[in-house]
């Protein structure tokens, strides 16, 4: 005989509210109904339906506006952000696997970037590449020029889902910085260069060049990971 467990009731809440947006086929931004009607429509208690919409509030499904009432998020990669780096922290192998994926995806579009970027875009490339240059020689960190950068490059193509990819990826490792092996003011020169190297190859349409300048990037952090997932040798 088969025994069936129960879901408790705000499990069974977070289903039907997600169902009652498919259904419905409610877009980011759009409301959904008080709680007395949702209540009335799903068949359910205003308890069990407000301890519903707080787990999907958590995992980024709606948003709550005090006074307005509840609306459906727009996408939005926040809610993995908040775990990702918690879960991977730990494991070298995984975040060698982020890598990798990001590298195959900025890879993969370059040759769309080359087609489509726009002389201001480039010019604002390497505005940043130039900023990154004179950070590295007072020793300073350019992050966030870095951040700006790779966003930068990749906005012509209007994909919003590829840009929260990889503001995602350059986010994790941004919170895992203090873990990781910090470049020397070599590196950081080298860095800014290899930016700089890649507005003058996308001035001049070079897409092979572009995609090996990438690869090399992307290597650099790799080397940083190796370093510091590297096992620890004792003295005998």
């Not at 910085?177 to 890649?198: E, I, K, M, W, Y």
Request: net charge negative; hydrophobic share 45%; with cysteine.
């Amino acid at each position: 005989m088969k025994t069936f467990t129960r879901l408790p009731a705000y499990q069974l809440a977070t289903t039907e509210v997600k169902r009652y947006i498919e259904e419905h086929e409610l877009k980011g931004g759009d409301p959904l109904p008080s709680e007395a009607e949702l209540c009335q429509e799903l068949g359910m208690s205003r308890a069990s339906l407000r301890e519903g919409l707080k787990a999907l509030e958590s995992l980024g499904i709606i948003r709550t506006r005090h006074g307005e009432g509840v609306f459906v998020a727009h996408f939005s990669f926040d809610p993995i952000l908040h775990n990702l780096p918690y879960s991977i922290a730990a494991q070298g192998s995984s975040l060698r696997e982020l890598l990798e994926v990001r590298c195959a995806l900025e890879v993969g579009m370059i040759a769309q970037v080359v087609a489509c970027i726009s002389p201001a875009d480039i010019d604002e490339l390497q505005g940043l590449a130039q900023q990154m240059l004179q950070r590295s020689a007072l020793g300073e960190s350019f992050a966030e020029l870095d951040r700006a950068f790779h966003a930068t490059l990749f906005r012509c193509l209007g994909n919003t889902f590829l840009l929260s990819l990889v503001d995602l990826f350059w986010q994790v490792v941004n919170r895992l910085a203090d873990r990781l092996p910090a470049p020397d003011a070599q590196a950081q020169r080298a860095t800014a260069h290899d930016h700089l190297a890649v507005a003058v190859m996308l001035r001049a349409g070079d897409v092979q060049a572009l995609e090996r300048a990438h690869r090399h990037h992307f290597q650099e952090i790799s080397r940083r990971l190796d370093a510091m997932y590297a096992p620890t040798t004792l003295p005998h």
